[in-house]
């Protein structure tokens, strides 16, 4: 028997990806280990969107040395944002790796191993990624994502209609469509369909109970996106829409497209248009340049938007990008950190709030696995709800009432519908 083992980080990109690939190397005979030193082959699939991100990929690549001297069979692969189109500087520092490939290239490691079967996963997730749209055309001066996995690239209607029909008849009952940016999708297919049209073909699908969609690009939040939105069933009400900083200078030099007051308006939209819709959002703080009147604004707007998540980052410069080239990191790490816990101890409270007013509601939850022996799942607005139940429940809509409240989490009791 020979095994693999996968270590993924990053985006919803790369954790769709990675699940491919384990469930096409299991149609060759692999097995999965979570022990990298029991596999007889090992991938990488890396992020380097921050830079925290790369070095720990740079890490674990490193510490895999002494294991392939050890064992000279063991096969190495990676993939993901560390790999461009030049991975000739790669395989010269890292020469005990034996194919380097970009990220979504699967076919490149499937010629490999083999060419039997699909990637699409044989026993899937109730709530399984489908990747959507690969690339992004954006260009924002901070971000390294569009040169390493290049310009936009939709995948066609019917290929996804088909390939979300075949993992709900596997199992599936939610699908995430996930992109850099799905509201950009289909631009450059015949006919231009949009998402939306996407989503009501996707909305047809017999035994599909819930869709998912991330990530989205304000400026490419359409009127009629949000009509779908609020007119499909089966399109949960949850929205990511990074900000990334709410002061309009900030934003113009990180080629944002939009102002603080046009996210403002675009929320105010949503929010009117979808009832009790969920929105997360992501910041930067730190960015160069970025003054205390600057983040204040920020600040400010993440009080205002009472988003039900925040992801909060501080600023580093990526080789490659417009703002590594001509931007000075000119706030000091001390100050980046200090600005981060200000955002995030200000969203832990608005989330504490908004979660509370749940309390005493029944929810209703789509049952992903356990836990620490309790069952898990989320709510249509994507709330991580924990209960206990003596039934094997995944994969299953149970009814949950909310006892118990956090920030981040609900808990509650299982009833019977």
């Not at 690969?134 to 001066?141: A, P, T």
């Amino acid at each position: 028997m020979a095994y693999y083992h996968i270590w993924t980080m990053g985006c919803q990109m790369n954790k769709a990806e990675s699940e491919r690939l384990g469930s096409y190397l299991e149609q060759q005979g692999y097995q999965a280990t979570e022990a990298a030193e029991e596999a007889d082959l090992i991938v990488l699939n890396s992020c380097v969107v921050r830079h925290s991100a790369e070095n720990r990929a740079l890490s674990r690549l490193n510490s895999l040395k002494t294991l392939k001297r050890s064992r000279p069979n063991l096969a190495i692969a990676v993939t993901g944002c560390l790999v461009d189109s030049e991975v000739g500087e790669l395989e010269r520092r890292f020469p005990h790796v034996d194919l380097f490939f970009g990220p979504g290239a699967l076919p490149d490691l499937m010629a490999r191993v083999g060419r039997r079967g699909d990637a699409l996963p044989r026993h899937p997730s109730p709530s399984t990624l489908v990747p959507i749209i690969q690339g992004c055309d954006n260009f924002c001066s901070y971000c390294i994502v569009p040169y390493r996995r290049g310009r936009e690239h939709s995948r066609p209607v019917e290929e996804i209609v088909a390939e979300v029909e075949e993992l709900v008849g596997r199992g599936a009952r939610e699908v995430s469509l996930v992109g850099q940016n799905v509201n950009s999708y289909g631009h450059d297919l015949p006919g231009r369909p949009d998402l939306a049209q996407l989503l009501t073909r996707l909305n047809e699908i017999a035994g599909l109970w819930r869709i998912r969609f991330l990530t989205s690009h304000p400026k490419d939040v359409s009127p009629e996106f949000a009509r779908a939105m609020a007119r499909l069933e089966k399109v949960c009400p949850h929205l990511s829409l990074p900000l990334q900083s709410g002061d309009d200078d900030i934003l113009r030099a990180m080629r944002r497209g939009y102002t603080g007051e046009q996210y403002r308006q675009l929320i105010g939209r949503l929010r009117q248009a979808i009832p009790g819709v969920a929105i997360s959002t992501d910041v930067i703080v730190g960015f160069p340049g970025e003054t205390e009147e600057q983040f204040q604004r920020t600040l400010d707007l993440v009080a205002e938007m009472r988003c039900d998540t925040v992801h909060v980052a501080a600023y580093s410069p990526r080789p490659g990008t417009l703002a590594s080239r001509e931007m000075a990191d000119s706030v000091p790490a001390a100050e980046k950190k200090r600005r981060r816990q200000r955002i995030e101890a200000l969203e832990e409270g608005i989330a504490a709030e908004i979660n509370a007013g749940l309390r005493g509601k029944a929810v209703k939850v789509l049952v992903e696995g356990k836990r620490r022996g309790r069952w898990y799942g989320r709510t249509l607005t994507a709330k991580l709800v924990f209960f206990s139940h003596g039934a094997e429940l995944r994969g299953q809509l149970m009814g949950v009432r909310v006892d118990k409240t956090g920030p981040w989490w609900l808990e509650g009791m299982a009833f019977e519908e």
